[in-house]
């Protein structure tokens, strides 16, 4: 897929032109996330991206480990809703700049902001079990205080950009919902281990221990978004079958 618009757009806009031919049908299900990967030629993120767009505009219904199923040939307003950045990709942006943005913090982080941050570790701890819109509040400064820790404006600007576009977009705030219901919240011990790192001083460890929070967060929530869980169950059992009754008739 080519353009200058986003991909998850694209593939978007492409489903929902098959759905209004009728090619799905309502009611019936859509390719797997593999299969429509493999199609178009993007990542399995983009198309859950896509299909977040597509169950906005009420076009299909996303029952959980069954699949994604055509609702309707036209989004209920007339026309696509809005569209801003994908959540998935959003993630890969704050991998790549909070990254860095670690990186220089390491090097410049006083004992202050650590304490700081070791308090706001433990209040998202508190907060968990109670009150997870507190504790993902809790999460937003942790990581806009490491921005701040570099002592530089436009680091800082930059980081704080990324979780107002998390907090605008609609496709992103429809997949913090899904998590939440599945039981997403911030993980302690990796924003610990993130403190410990930018306690040594070591600007690669910090960088590696933001990266691999960011690249858990990401597999986190396709793990709990995923849709497919029972038809591929479906699908390995049907096959185990086949197996068996091969090798008794043999």
């Known amino acids: 897929m080519a353009g200058t618009r986003r991909l998850y757009e694209q593939l978007a806009q492409a489903l929902a032109a098959q759905i209004a031919a009728g090619q799905p049908r309502v009611g019936d299900r859509l390719p797997s996330e593999r299969v429509l990967a493999q199609t178009f030629a993007v990542s399995r993120p983009t198309v859950r991206e896509a299909v977040l767009a597509l169950e906005l505009d009420g076009l299909v219904e996303v029952r959980m480990g069954s699949g994604v199923y055509v609702r309707a040939r036209q989004p209920e307003g007339g026309a696509a809703g809005e569209t801003d950045i994908g959540p998935f990709e959003l993630l890969e942006a704050r991998q790549a700049i909070e990254g ?4 220089m913090a390491a090097r410049r982080i006083t004992s202050d ?14 907060e968990n079990p109670h009150d997870v819109i507190m504790s993902e509040d809790a999460d937003r400064r942790f990581h806009i205080a490491i921005a701040e820790a570099t002592g530089n404006s436009a680091m800082s600007q930059a980081v704080r950009a990324l979780w ?8 992103t705030r429809l997949l913090s919902q899904k998590g939440r219901a599945a039981g997403v919240k911030p ?3 990796e924003h610990a281990s993130i403190v410990d790192a930018l306690a040594t001083g070591d600007p690669a460890a910090a960088t590696a221990a933001m990266r691999d929070h960011l690249t858990r967060v990401m597999a986190t929530l396709l793990d709990a978004t995923e849709t497919e869980a029972m038809e591929e169950a479906r699908a390995r059992i049907a096959e185990q079958r086949k197996r068996y009754m091969a090798e008794t008739r043999g």
């Open 113 to 126: 902001t650590i304490r700081l941050l070791r308090a706001l570790v433990e209040e998202m701890e508190n």
């Open 164 to 171: 107002d576009a998390r907090d605008r977009s609609p496709q």
């Open 100 to 103: 860095e943005a670690c990186a």
């Open 187 to 189: 993980c302690i011990h």
